[in-house]
């Protein structure tokens, strides 16, 4: 590869890095990755991150390479092994946001210390003039667990002091003091200095003090940057002077430690220099209303960037230019880019710093290989001028998985599930429902916060003037709730994505409908007036400009509120169909159609051949074969609803009666019982099975918000969750007929998963395996997706399949013990080398075969070269239990449109000849329930 090509990845794969699996545990597995078939190792956030962190996302400083990971030197190593072996790093990179929690961030450290006088004010989106008065120049901080009176009142403040620098402590958290705050502190000192004290000590004192007395305010709105820097090489000066002072004065230091014990045991004191802070400390509670610094969703700890400020972008992607100019890495995935002030600009800047650290310029091929975390919404398409190679595939894995749902039964089992759960309400009502939950439950400052950029807005527009506050939220909250997608992409300069306006029409139409119905007493005309702002329809460029930055920060909320009204709110109230209830995926649609996803599939090759193809993440709320296990039930409605009825009376034996009613609510017990049979373990072993069930169900009930949150835990419900999860596992009738029902389900999921993978790992596109999905993954939602990976065994399967490969006798050996996951390894294994082998599985155009209901079939071409996928789909109603496979004689006379020729499986070394345009599917899949045939 020549220095002037951009490096492509084939085929990724996945790595969760975190303290106990650092850069040296990466670069042991690395030769068995390589071996597998990938060409790219694809990491989590390797940036400074919370100590701890299991996940990496609360990154701590961009500049810095992770030192629990291994640091700078952990990394090159682990890329000169990658090296060795032929494999490029791609890392993930946060961009929207940092982790504040614990002092751990020292520009978030130094905000809440110099407030907006920091060096760094200018790094995180804070609204330091809010409505409410008392925040005037102060961030809110909702660390505390009781109201601040009480907390104050039983002494858990206190102020602490190491050399000359004072903290503010709160349990384990310590908080900067302000600079000018602490010359109160150095007054009282004084005042308290036995007589006698001489007089050089009194005068350092003194001057100690005047230079705190004259540091600028932290409120001045005239600092320059250079103002900020000498502010802080002043502070630090007068730190180090007081440092030494207290070291040679024993009377000094003795005055000011009396001085804090007399401060901490006054309330009323300590409350007066807690109030010249940068911060107000709050009761966590309060948080979601008065917030005023913009979050990642509703988390508090995760504050956001303002990246689309050049210094900041500067700042936190230096290191990251570094790291491509000295070769470390070759890669970047995006987290979170909806939540940017400007994506598409983002983008531009991104590919441009990378091309000017790799050498090169910004033409026609982007320097950077560069996906981005975006969900699309069902008929939404990724924006064209984009600079980006496409998204991390979460659209691919909805379509995908939809496929092996059967799109006939969606009557009978919404009737089901209607009659076990009492749920009436259809997905979009829980959406809407679920949206205007989080904006008035988790995001209502957040709405208040572009409430009043709303009202100034309407302040200087004589037609809008008498819009109040409250009538503007109402319109806002509307709308955001009714919006069809994540988020629009209007910028700055007014340019707006095709389609753009056609959303927001939508949106206020929507909106407008919900008020008339809900009886709402919002004038319509606040409904055409935010249509206007939005849509940039102003009479002049000034009021323009001003609408365009209103609808930019209204882009930021409506993607967060979308992902906590849909991702956690409604995905947990609508559990019709749980593998449909999927990051990227819409539950009200009932499946996708093979066209649908043929022609999803065209279009991602045409548009973004080197898109990622994602099956499971750390995001997804399932591992890919769990889904593969429920999506079996749409096949067998009736005996799923004869299972129910079998069941029903035992767990209604097992709920307990509260003061709000039964607990569990059937809705629980619905999803309980769903995610039973997709995880039931294969190989039977149900060790830690019962702990697994029981934390999923608490976190799926504190999602869905409707009997237990997170905000406000009820004990009492939870408590009996757990017993029903404990007590149902308990019981041998119970386990011997879930048992039944989960043999008779069991080789269909595993077809399912086996064929996913294949279709996967032979689309369009760059397939990505999470880590320790080549074999079975049965995962629930996260931390349980983040369990450690067995390589050692995984590595011993490899060595089996290197061995033997290629051949049918191994195949069916493996395939008759498919419940410990080595056949899935082996297709992974098989797919993946075919990929590096064949061009037509990289480079190849895609067209959909004819196999009937029952295949997902396509054609991979480049040049003379012809690859076909065949994976079987819906084998529960093919097969009708006869056998446990799509072998052979099930497919009766079924055929496969396949061009003449003499083809080889690649999978199992069969070959195969095709004498007509119509190919027998008993033939083509006789004796393995797969095939991925090339040519001769």
């Not at 907390?151 to 908080?175: D, H, I, K, N, P």
């Not at 072993?685 to 009997?707: H, N």
């Not at 410990?820 to 082998?837: E, I, P, Q």
Request: proline share 5%; hydrophobic share 40%; charged share 25%.
């Amino acid at each position: 590869m020549t220095a002037a090509q951009t490096h492509l990845p084939g085929a990724t794969y996945r790595l969760q890095l975190h303290k106990d699996f650092d850069f040296a545990s990466a670069r042991r597995v690395l030769p068995y990755l390589a071996r597998l078939g990938v060409t790219d190792v694809y990491l989590s956030p390797i940036w400074s991150s919370t100590p701890g962190s299991t996940h990496g996302y609360d990154v701590t400083d961009h500049a810095q390479i992770n030192p629990e990971l291994g640091g700078l030197k952990g990394l090159k190593r682990l890329s000169a092994r990658a090296r060795e072996l032929g494999l490029g790093l791609i890392v993930d990179f946060v961009p929207n946001h940092m982790g504040i929690q614990g002092g751990h961030n020292p520009y978030w450290e130094d905000v809440l210390r110099h407030g907006q006088a920091s060096r760094y004010a200018h790094f995180f989106d804070i609204s330091w003039h809010p409505l409410k008065r008392a925040l005037d120049g102060k961030v809110l901080l909702p660390v505390l667990g009781d109201q601040y009176g009480r907390v104050l009142e039983r002494a858990e403040l206190r102020l602490e002091r190491q050399g000359g620098e004072f903290t503010l402590r709160y349990w384990e958290r310590q908080l900067p003091l302000s600079p000018r705050s602490v010359a109160q502190l150095l007054a009282w000192t004084a005042a308290a200095l036995p007589a006698g004290t001489d007089t050089v000590t009194l005068g350092e004192l003194a001057s100690i003090r005047r230079s705190v007395d004259t540091l600028p305010r932290s409120t001045s709105a005239d600092l320059t940057d250079t103002d900020r820097v000498i502010r802080a090489q002043e502070v630090q000066v007068m730190t180090r002077r007081l440092g030494a002072l207290l070291d040679e004065s024993g009377a000094v230091r003795g005055a000011l430690d009396a001085t804090l014990d007399a401060v901490n045991a006054d309330p009323s004191r300590l409350d007066t220099l807690i109030g010249e802070q940068n911060y107000r400390l709050a009761f966590w509670k309060v948080a979601a209303e008065e917030i005023n610094y913009r979050r990642f969703f509703d988390i508090n700890d995760l504050a956001a960037l303002r990246m689309e400020d050049p210094r900041v972008f500067a700042w936190a992607h230096a290191t990251l230019f570094d790291l491509l100019r000295q070769g470390l890495v070759q890669g970047v995935r995006l987290d979170h880019t909806d939540g940017l002030f400007d994506p598409a600009g983002y983008f531009r800047a991104l590919q441009e710093g990378a091309a000017h650290a790799l050498g090169r310029e910004v033409g026609g091929e982007l320097p950077l290989y560069v996906v981005a975390e975006k969900i699309l919404e069902p008929g939404e398409h990724l924006p064209e001028a984009w600079a980006i190679h496409g998204t991390t595939g979460y659209d691919f894995l909805a379509q995908l998985s939809g496929t092996f749902v059967d799109r006939t039964t969606e009557e009978e089992l919404s009737a089901i599930y209607r009659r076990f759960s009492g749920d009436r309400r259809s997905y979009g009502e829980h959406l809407y429902r679920g949206k205007q939950l989080i904006q008035r439950v988790s995001l209502p400052g957040e709405v208040n916060v572009l409430t009043e950029h709303l009202e100034r807005l309407a302040e200087s527009d004589l037609n809008a003037r008498d819009f109040t506050l409250s009538t503007l939220r109402a319109a806002i909250r509307e709308v955001i709730a009714s919006f069809p997608v994540y988020r629009t992409y209007v910028r700055a300069d007014g340019e707006r994505e095709p389609g753009d306006d056609a959303k927001i029409a939508h949106a206020i139409r929507d909106a407008k409908a919900h008020n008339r119905e809900d009886g709402l007493p919002v004038d319509p005309s606040a409904f055409d007036y935010l249509h206007a702002v939005l849509t940039l329809d102003a009479p002049d460029e000034a009021t323009r400009a001003a609408y365009a930055a209103f609808a930019l920060k209204f882009q930021q909320l409506t993607g967060p509120v979308t992902a906590k009204g849909a991702e956690d709110t409604a995905f947990y109230r609508f559990a019709r169909l749980l593998s449909l209830n999927e990051v990227g995926g819409d539950p009200a649609l009932y499946g996708t159609p093979l066209a649908t996803f043929h022609a999803a599939t065209q279009e991602r090759a045409a548009r973004w051949p080197h898109a990622m193809l994602a099956g499971s993440t750390h995001d997804t709320k399932r591992g890919e074969d769990t889904r593969a296990r429920i999506s079996v039930l749409s096949e067998l409605p009736q005996t799923w609803a004869a299972y129910l009825s079998r069941w029903s009376p035992l767990i209604r034996s097992l709920e307990t009666q509260t003061e709000l009613g039964r607990a569990p609510t059937p809705l629980d017990s619905y999803v309980l019982l769903q995610n039973a049979l997709g995880a039931y373990p294969l190989g039977g072993r149900l060790e830690g099975f019962a702990d697994r069930l029981s934390a999923y169900l608490l976190k799926a009930a504190r999602e869905a918000k409707l009997r237990t949150s997170w905000a406000a835990p009820d004990g009492e419900y939870e408590a009996a969750l757990d017993a029903l999860v404990r007590r149902l596992l308990a019981d041998d009738d119970f386990m011997a007929s879930m048992g039944e029902l989960h043999a008779r389900i069991s080789p269909h999921g595993a077809q399912n998963g086996l064929s996913a993978a294949l279709v996967r790992l032979t689309a369009p596109g760059v397939p990505d395996t999470y880590q320790g999905c080549e074999g079975w993954n049965q995962s629930l939602v996260d931390p349980d997706n983040r369990r450690p990976v067995d390589y050692g065994a995984l590595n011993r399967t490899l060595g089996r399949l290197e061995r033997g490969e290629g051949t049918l006798a191994l195949a069916r050996k493996l395939l008759d013990s498919y419940e410990d996951g080595s056949v899935k390894v082996m297709v992974t294994r098989a797919a993946l080398h075919a990929r590096a082998a064949h061009p037509a599985l990289r480079e190849g155009s895609y067209q959909p075969l004819d196999g009937g209901r029952h295949v997902l079939a396509f054609a991979r071409q480049h040049g003379s070269e012809r690859v076909v996928t065949v994976a079987p789909r819906l084998t529960f109603t093919l097969t009708r239990e006869r056998t446990a496979w799509a072998t052979g004689e099930v497919w009766g006379t079924r055929q496969l449109t396949l061009p003449a020729g003499t083809y080889t499986n690649l999978l199992t070394g069969e070959r195969l000849r095709a004498r007509g345009s119509k190919t027998p599917l008993a033939k083509i899949l006789e004796d393995f329930p797969l095939a991925l045939l090339r040519r001769e």
